[in-house]
C-alpha cells in the first residue's frame, strides 16, 4: 500500500495542511485562515483553540480531499510560525491567556531594561539571540506577571507554556505528549544553544520556573501519535517554519542559503556544526537537530517583504491584487529614481531599529502607481542584499546563489531584479511549499520513508534560474541610493550622531 505524510503548516495568518506521497509529490491540501486579534497598540494575539480548531479540520479536509483513508497516513509532520507562546492549565487543557505572538510589541520596554542592564552580550553567547520582544521569553514573564490564574495554577503545579508546536502536540496527543523540538526551544532566548538545555541563569533572570517548559526533542524523533484523525497516526517531525523551509529547500551544506518572501522575509545560511555569532546584527539559531546533533545557522529577518505588497492594495488600494505588480513593474518612468523604505514596524535585521518609520524618496510631478509598485517589489530585494551583505561579513564567504520560495517568488520580476542586485544566481525550486516539505522530510526520516538528508538533497529540484543582469558599477549607484534612503530614516544612527 502507497504510504502519505501529513504535513500540518501552522502559519501566522492562516493553517495549510498539505499531504504528500512517497515520492514527496502534493497530493492535496487544504487551508484555513484563522482571527488576528489586536487588543490594543502593538498588541497581536491569536485564540490558541481556534488554532488547534483549524488543524483538525485542514487535516480531516485533505485526507478527504486526496481520497485517503486514515490508515494510508504514515506519519505527520508539524511546522509553525515560531516564538509565539501559549500558556495553558494542563488540567483543563484550557489557555490562560491567548497566545501572544511574536510580532507583539508590548514587552519592548522590559527588552530596553535587559540591554541597559549590560545582558545583551551574556544573552547572545547563550541563545544565539539579540534582545527583542519578538521571542518568548519576555512573552511568557508577561502572562506571569500579568494574568492573576497564573499564580495558583504555578503554585499547584498545573501551569503548562509551549511555542505553536508544543500546544499543537500536547492537544492532538491529548496531553500525552509535552515536548518541543531544538528549532522552536532555540526562539524562546531561554535555550543554551550550545549545551542544548534550557539555561538555568537566563530562567532565573526572567523568573520563569523550569516546571512551566518542555522536555526538547530532535527535529525528527517519536513525538508519540493522535488518534483525533480518525486512526492512529505517529507525529514524526517538527520544526519553525524557517527552519522547515530550510529543510524543504534542502540546505544541507555549510555556505547554502534560502531566503523566504512572504508577509516578510526570512534568509537562513547554514553554517554546519559550528555556531558563529554574529558581529553584524543577525541571528544565530538551530537549523534542524537530527540524530542528537545540532546543525547551526545565521538567519536575517525582513519584517515587510510581501506585505509591502498588500499596503500598495488593502491601504493605498492603488493595485487589486498582488499578481497585477507583474504586469505594472516594467511600466514605471525610467527616469526616475524612487526608494521606497517600508519600515511600518521598524527595521529588522541588520539594523534592528524598532523605531525607524516607512518613507518614500525622489519623487516627482510624473511618479504613479508603476513607479510605487517598482520601489516596493526593489525594496525588498535591497533589503535582502543588506542581509547578504551581513552575512558574508560574518560567514567569510562570498554567496553564489540563493535559493528562493515563498508567495512573493510568483513575481519573475522581482526575481530577475533580486538577482540583478545581489549579483548572484536565484534559483527557485518546482515545489515552492518548501515549509510543508520540510516538515514531511522531517516526519520521514523518523519514520524510515527516508534515509538520510542525502536522499532529501537528491530530490531537491530546480525549477528556474535567475542570472544577474546589470553591470557591477549600476548595481552599486542603485544600492548606495538605498543606503542613503535607510540612513534618513535611521532613528539609531541620527540619535548615536547627535
Ligand atoms: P505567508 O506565508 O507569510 O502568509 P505567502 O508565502 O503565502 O505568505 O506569500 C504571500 C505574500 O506574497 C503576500 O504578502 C503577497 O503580497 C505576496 N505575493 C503573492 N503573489 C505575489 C506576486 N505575484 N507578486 C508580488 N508579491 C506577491
Redesign the pocket.
Known amino acids: 500500500m502507497k504510504k502519505f505524510i501529513l504535513s500540518i503548516d501552522q502559519?501566522?495568518?492562516?493553517t495549510r495542511t498539505i499531504i504528500f506521497d512517497e515520492k514527496f509529490d502534493i497530493v492535496g491540501s487544504d487551508q484555513l485562515e484563522f482571527k488576528q486579534l489586536f487588543p490594543k497598540d502593538g498588541c497581536v494575539e491569536h485564540d490558541p483553540l481556534e488554532i488547534f480548531e483549524t488543524v483538525l479540520k485542514t487535516s480531516k479536509a485533505t485526507i478527504k480531499k486526496a481520497k485517503l483513508n486514515v490508515n494510508q497516513i504514515s506519519g505527520i509532520g508539524i511546522t509553525n510560525q515560531r516564538e509565539t507562546v501559549v500558556v495553558w492549565n494542563k488540567e483543563t487543557g484550557e489557555p490562560i491567556y491567548n497566545a501572544i505572538v511574536w510580532q507583539d510589541r508590548r514587552t519592548v520596554n522590559y527588552c530596553k531594561e535587559l540591554a541597559k542592564k549590560g545582558l545583551a552580550k551574556k544573552i547572545q553567547k547563550i541563545t544565539g539571540l539579540v534582545i527583542d520582544a519578538y521571542f518568548s521569553a519576555t512573552k511568557i514573564k508577561w502572562v506571569l506577571d500579568n494574568i492573576e490564574s497564573s499564580k495558583k495554577l504555578l503554585k499547584d503545579n498545573k501551569l503548562l507554556f509551549g511555542t505553536i508546536d508544543c500546544w499543537l502536540l500536547w492537544k492532538l496527543t491529548e496531553g500525552r505528549s509535552y515536548f518541543t523540538e531544538a528549532t522552536n526551544a532555540s526562539r524562546t532566548m531561554l535555550f543554551d544553544i550550545k549545551k542544548n538545555c534550557w539555561s538555568e541563569e537566563l530562567l532565573k533572570i526572567f523568573g520563569i520556573p523550569r516546571s512551566i517548559l518542555p522536555d526538547v526533542k530532535d527535529s525528527s524523533d517519536d513525538f508519540g501519535f493522535t488518534t483525533l484523525l480518525g486512526g492512529e497516526i505517529p507525529i514524526g517531525g517538527i520544526a519553525g517554519d524557517q527552519q522547515a523551509a530550510t529543510i524543504g529547500q534542502a540546505c544541507f551544506e555549510p555556505g547554502s542559503i534560502k531566503s523566504?518572501?512572504?508577509?516578510?522575509c526570512f534568509m537562513l545560511m547554514n553554517t554546519g556544526e559550528n555556531i558563529k555569532i554574529s558581529k553584524n546584527n543577525l541571528l544565530t539559531t538551530i537549523a534542524y537537530r537530527i540524530n542528537g546533533k545540532n546543525t547551526y545557522a545565521l538567519e536575517g529577518s525582513i519584517f515587510i517583504?510581501?506585505?509591502a505588497?498588500?499596503w500598495l492594495?488593502d491601504s493605498l488600494k492603488i493595485i487589486k491584487s498582488?499578481?497585477e505588480?507583474?504586469k505594472l513593474y516594467g511600466q514605471n518612468d525610467k527616469t526616475q529614481q524612487i526608494y521606497f523604505v517600508p519600515a511600518f514596524v521598524g527595521l529588522g535585521a541588520p539594523y534592528w531599529d524598532g523605531e525607524a518609520r516607512g518613507a518614500i524618496f525622489g519623487m516627482t510631478r510624473n511618479t504613479g502607481i508603476a513607479d510605487f509598485v517598482k520601489a516596493a517589489?526593489d525594496s525588498v530585494a535591497y533589503q535582502t542584499k543588506d542581509l547578504v551583505l551581513a552575512m558574508e561579513r560574518d560567514s567569510g564567504l562570498s554567496i553564489k546563489k540563493l535559493k528562493v520560495d515563498?508567495?512573493?517568488v510568483?513575481?519573475e520580476q522581482?526575481l530577475q531584479f533580486l538577482s540583478n542586485i545581489l549579483i548572484s544566481l536565484c534559483d527557485r525550486p518546482k515545489i515552492t511549499e518548501t515549509t510543508a516539505l520540510g516538515a514531511a522530510y522531517l516526519a520521514g526520516l523518523s519514520l524510515g520513508l527516508i534515509k538520510s538528508t542525502k536522499d532529501i538533497e537528491k530530490k531537491w529540484q530546480s525549477e528556474k534560474v535567475f542570472k544577474p543582469k546589470l553591470h557591477k558599477k549600476e548595481v552599486k549607484y542603485l544600492y548606495d541610493g538605498w543606503l542613503k534612503a535607510i540612513k534618513k530614516i535611521s532613528i539609531k544612527k541620527n540619535r548615536n550622531k547627535n
Open positions: 502559519g501566522t495568518t492562516s523566504t518572501y512572504g508577509t516578510g517583504a510581501g506585505a505588497i498588500q492594495r498582488a499578481e505588480t507583474e517589489i515563498g508567495g512573493m510568483k513575481n522581482f
